[in-house]
């Protein structure tokens, strides 16, 4: 990211605008159900979107498929979802797909831009053979398979998914499974599936631990920066309809903490530092 990113990202109208074709798509387009991602815990539904003679599917999470947690309130797991968005688009990264909170044929949820997959996915997270880590990869977990072959869990040494660690710290994901990274067709990273994220209390599970106590590339340092003014300013009341002033006050004091110690985070001993499953 260039500083002339960073101006665009610190002057940019925010994502709630809306001026943005895609999100008045997502906000307005009549919303067709395909089907459902049975493998999902909350019911999360592929859908296409229409309006204007453009089309686009999407991801539809209604409110009322929300299982109850005994750490997050009940019905608030979709703002949240919106809340990674626009935490997302003021870094300038965009590593969330466009994502709103809207009404359906299932009553009120979160509407998220579907990503298609290349022909050939490019492996980035995933279990390899303990004894052939690939080179520029980092092991996170030691696993065995049903016959006590060892294997590891392990990310790509990747700026991209770098930058998505980063986000996940500051917006403290609990849920950062590796099939929950996705990769473009053109080649971008894409984080989904973010209900679970912003408690107030420290929750952090990811299997992206590889840069673990590293210390944060410098255009990570620029945009958390760029990132705590917004959260002071205008990301801040756009947050307010999806988080509570504690949850937004504890963005600022991860950002804060993040840019003081210049370096990613260590696994706290307190809680389990990946998810199960992890992938």
């Known amino acids: 990211?260039?500083?002339?990113?960073?101006?665009?990202?610190?002057?940019?109208?925010?994502?709630?605008?809306?001026?943005d074709p895609l999100l008045r798509l997502l906000r307005e387009g009549a919303l067709d159900l395909e089907g459902?991602?049975?493998?999902?815990?909350?019911?999360?539904?592929?859908?296409?979107?229409?309006?204007?003679?453009?089309?686009?599917?999407?991801?539809?999470?209604?409110?009322?498929?929300?299982?109850?947690?005994?750490?997050?309130?009940?019905?608030?797991?979709?703002?949240?979802?919106v809340a990674a968005y626009l935490v997302s688009a003021a870094t300038g990264w965009d590593l969330v797909p466009p994502t709103v909170l809207r009404?359906?044929?299932?009553?009120?949820?979160?509407?998220?831009?579907?990503?298609?997959?290349?022909?050939?996915?490019?492996?980035?997270?995933?279990?390899?053979?303990?004894?052939?880590?690939p080179a520029q990869w980092f092991a996170v977990a030691a696993a065995r398979d049903d016959e006590g072959i060892p294997y590891a869990l392990a990310h790509a040494d990747d700026s991209r998914l770098a930058r998505l660690a980063v986000l996940d710290v500051v917006i403290n994901n609990a849920d950062r499974k590796g099939g929950h990274v996705l990769v473009g067709p053109d080649g971008r990273i894409h984080g989904v599936d973010h209900g679970v994220s912003f408690h107030v209390e420290e929750k952090l599970r990811t299997v992206l631990w590889g840069w673990a106590g590293r210390e944060l590339p410098a255009e990570v340092a620029e945009v958390l920066a760029v990132l705590a003014g917004a959260v002071a300013g205008d990301l801040g009341r756009d947050l307010a309809e999806y988080l509570t002033v504690g949850e937004i006050a504890e963005v600022a004091a991860r950002i804060g903490?993040?840019?003081?110690?210049?370096?990613?985070?260590?696994?706290?001993?307190?809680w389990p530092a990946i998810p199960w499953p992890p992938m």
Do not use: H
């Open 1 to 19: 990211m260039t500083s002339s990113d960073l101006r665009r990202s610190r002057d940019r109208e925010w994502p709630r605008q809306d001026d």
């Open 36 to 81: 459902r991602l049975v493998d999902a815990s909350n019911t999360t539904l592929r859908a296409v979107l229409t309006l204007d003679g453009r089309t686009a599917r999407c991801v539809y999470k209604p409110v009322r498929g929300e299982r109850p947690l005994w750490d997050f309130p009940d019905g608030n797991l979709a703002g949240r979802e």
């Open 103 to 133: 009404d359906g044929p299932l009553g009120p949820g979160s509407c998220q831009l579907w990503i298609d997959g290349p022909d050939e996915p490019e492996p980035l997270v995933g279990f390899v053979p303990a004894d052939a880590l």
């Open 257 to 270: 903490r993040l840019r003081a110690a210049g370096r990613f985070p260590l696994p706290s001993p307190e």
